[in-house]
């Protein structure tokens, strides 16, 4: 299940310093993803598996320095049952908050954390608009009851959109904001060209458009705090 693993972070748990933990596997495609190592068979087929018992030793280890955890990937939720036990080990056992990182595509598994007490944070990647979320292999019905259970806790959950020009253009962005009444934080990222799954160069978005699309959340998302990464 784990991969991967960063002892600090500054910049991963809002307010917070913390460790990461990376997993494998993701049942999207999105083109501009950049952790190609933890989602294409041949190269997370390259990496190491790192066993729970190894995390926990490292994170109460660093427990006096870090006031928090990262479960990234990938698509974490993809693991089911064995996710959730690792984040009752890490709750419970170590005694640190857990941010989970999700695409949003499993409802049920974000349902019993919240119900459980166990996550502290949720961060769930909007990727397009509903109808277009297909082209990256998702099922938005699904993302849509996810957005709809972590609507009852909106100081606990960031909704993060990365702006790929094919993706995510003006049109895309006013079929988003219906599903975001209710929310508190949006996080707008930058697209970064490079080592991405589809290995493309598609330039990113000028300045003008960031604001064009702050202004459009302003006037129909007023009590939201858009927090800029780009």
Not at 16 to 21: E, G, L, N, Y
Request: aromatic share 14%; proline share 7%; glycine share 6%.
């Amino acid at each position: 299940m784990i991969k991967g693993f960063r002892g600090t972070s500054l910049i991963d748990y809002p307010g917070k310093i913390a460790s990461v933990i990376y997993t494998y596997l993701c049942n999207f495609r999105c083109p501009y993803c950049y952790n190609i190592e933890l989602v294409v068979p041949e190269e997370y087929n390259k990496l190491k598996d790192l066993s729970e018992d190894f995390i926990l030793q490292e994170l109460s280890r660093r427990k006096g320095f870090i006031k928090g955890v990262v479960i990234t990937g990938g698509e974490p939720t993809l693991w089911g049952e064995r996710l959730i036990y690792l984040i009752e080990r890490i709750y419970y056992e170590i005694g640190l908050p857990i941010k989970l990182d999700t695409n949003g595509s499993n409802p049920e598994l974000i349902k019993t954390l919240f119900n459980r007490g166990i996550l502290d944070f949720l961060a769930i990647d909007f990727k397009t608009s509903p109808k277009r979320y297909h082209e990256i292999g998702g099922d938005f019905k699904k993302v849509e009851k996810t957005l709809n259970i972590a609507k009852a806790k909106p100081e606990k959950v960031e909704i993060r959109i990365t702006f790929y020009p094919p993706l995510v253009s003006e049109k895309d962005l006013k079929e988003m904001i219906p599903y975001l009444k209710n929310f508190k934080y949006i996080a707008f990222q930058k697209y970064v060209p490079g080592k991405t799954l589809e290995k493309n160069e598609i330039p990113p978005y000028s300045q003008d458009f960031y604001e064009k699309a702050k202004n459009l959340f302003r006037e129909f998302l007023p009590e939201v705090e858009i927090i800029e990464r780009f």
